[in-house]
């Protein structure tokens, strides 16, 4: 008998959505100690699935037909004081982002402790006892100081951690993670399936798994569910429809997944574009007259960049990926080396020396949404960057209109602003920004982590397809050894802020030399489980 029987679920969405129903008619089982993902891009209806289950849809969002059944009783029909007790006690659920969902105000500690004492008669010292008990089985180390950190102390890994202790406090029978690994680097977001894999076990616990990601699916789940448009499109054994998918969308999803397969590397070149020398940058912490040790964000490192070439900086957070990126295009000043451009040294260039260089060397930015003005259309966004260079606006917006074609979109999005767009959309228009310039060099800093699969394909294609019509050399950032892979023809990986391993992807993805190297690698969800499906 299943734990969770979701029938012909229709949850509708207000007045002048994009489409009346967030959800519609959709059915699915989750039976006890069973994990069941639900796969599906932004807007197929996953997320807001999982909250009409714990009751927690947003204004102006509803149910308009069908029943969530629980031990007989249908969820949707209990009274709000009724639906407050059974969510932490047997409904818990683990949110995206856990910098949202944990209060920045109040301790770590103070906030497990609270869900323990407000389901259960235990005094403060007895749930703080239990708070450290369950941190201290997430695997988090130094747990009495943990208790006293504030959410912004912890790394996104110790977050999410905190977030499952929170959840499991209770012993819930069902947990809802809802894209829980999604911000988080490859190795860490490796832990986090495993832990919660391994807590499911333990506790004969069922687990309701969103994401978008099937490499992910291939390392958690028992079934799966797939969703597109608010419908379920597939659904089966996670073998069977890893293995043998029959809609077009899910091999599409499938197929999006990079495979870890490295292309060629480029022909050698004499000249290289970009040399960059023992580069060094160090942060100092508790301000300008304190004596605590600095933070070498970047530590000797040294890289050559050719034109039509594409060259991957991997690595964790913390790892000093985007500081020697932001150094290199000189929103950082660097303490110590060499940054030779079309050999000049643009290292110590002041402001003003720096300004004709600007136009050569420019970046598309990690979040698609936050690095574009809300208030400014899209051709004034565009065209800031030549008109700041004396370019006429005229001028500009007519050659605005080609480049918005040469990254796939209409000449007609001019007229609109940021928040009309998808995130590939938008990434698509900070790629036109930057491209607009005719830059020699641009570095992408991680331009695809928060994208779905389909969507970041689709970017990836595109920046190789760019780079190679403009002869652009590409200074490419990621966490993830996937993405890599399919676009960077050298690759260096990067640790606290030192260079651990570079070369050709083919060789580094071969056969590895550094034991970080092959821990990333082996920390790709579902490496070898899936196939490309054409």
């Known amino acids: 008998m299943a734990l969770v029987a979701i029938e012909n679920l229709t949850v509708a969405l207000p007045e002048g959505a994009d489409r009346a129903h967030a959800v519609d008619g959709v059915s699915l089982e989750i039976g006890p100690n069973e994990i ?32 969530i059944g629980w031990d007989g009783t249908d969820l949707l029909t209990l009274p709000p004081d009724r639906m407050r007790r059974m969510r932490g006690r047997d409904i818990a659920m683990i ?40 941190l201290g089985e997430m695997g988090l180390k130094d747990v009495p100081g943990l208790l006293k950190a504030y959410p912004h102390q912890l790394s996104g890994g110790q977050r999410q951690r905190v977030m499952i202790a929170m959840a499991l406090s209770l012993s819930p029978r069902l947990l809802i993670a809802d894209e829980p690994t999604t911000a988080l680097d490859v190795t860490t977001q490796a832990q986090i399936l495993r832990l919660i894999k391994r807590i499911q076990a333990e506790r004969a616990m069922s687990v309701l798994f969103i994401t978008h990601d099937f490499g992910v699916v291939a390392d958690i789940a028992d079934r799966v569910v797939v969703m597109r448009h608010g419908q379920v499109v597939e659904s089966g054994p996670a073998a069977q429809v890893l293995c043998d998918p029959q809609h077009p969308y899910t091999r599409a999803l499938i197929a999006a997944v990079p495979q870890g397969q490295a292309i060629a590397p480029l022909a050698a070149d004499d000249k290289p574009l970009m040399a960059v020398s023992n580069l060094a940058k160090l942060f100092r912490r508790g301000g300008f007259f304190s004596s605590a040790a600095a933070t070498r964000a970047v ?75 809300p208030r400014h259309r899209v051709g004034q966004i565009i065209t800031a960057g030549p008109r700041a260079h004396g370019e006429n606006a005229a001028a500009c917006r007519a050659r605005a209109a080609g480049i918005l074609q040469l990254v796939g979109l209409n000449p007609q999005v001019l007229a609109r602003y940021p928040h009309e767009f998808s995130g590939g959309q938008r990434q698509r228009i900070g790629l036109a920004r930057a491209l607009m310039l005719n830059p020699d060099v641009l570095i992408a800093d991680e ?13 990836l294609q595109l920046l190789d397809q760019v780079r190679q019509q403009m002869n652009l050399a590409m200074l490419f950032i990621t966490h993830d050894m996937r993405v890599a892979a399919q676009v960077c023809h050298r690759v260096m990986v990067m640790r606290h802020g030192r260079v651990v391993e570079q070369g050709p992807t083919r060789d580094i993805f071969a056969a590895p030399s550094s034991d970080y190297t092959k821990a990333l690698l082996a920390a790709i969800p579902g490496r070898g489980a899936l196939r490309p499906m054409l």
């Open 36 to 67: 069941v993902c639900i796969v599906g891009e932004s807007g197929s209806g996953k997320s807001v699935t999982a909250h009409a289950v714990m009751g927690l849809l947003p204004r102006g969002v509803h149910v308009t037909g069908g029943r």
């Open 95 to 134: 949110f995206q982002d856990p910098m949202a969902a944990l209060n920045p105000v109040i301790t770590i500690g103070r906030q497990v402790t609270e869900q323990i004492r407000a389901h259960s008669a235990v005094s403060k010292a007895e749930a703080l006892k239990q708070a450290a008990t369950l």
């Open 299 to 373: 530590d000797d490192v040294s890289l050559t960049l050719r034109r039509g070439e594409t060259l991957g900086v991997v690595g964790e957070s913390g790892s000093g990926k985007s500081t020697l990126a932001r150094c290199i295009i000189r929103l950082l000043d660097p303490d110590a080396g060499q940054i030779l451009f079309d050999g000049a040294d643009i290292a110590r260039l002041s402001a003003r020396g720096m300004r004709p260089n600007r136009r050569r060397i420019q970046m598309v930015f990690q979040d698609p949404f936050s690095s574009l003005n």
């Open 447 to 459: 331009p695809v982590s928060a994208l779905d699969v389909t969507v970041q394909a689709q970017v």
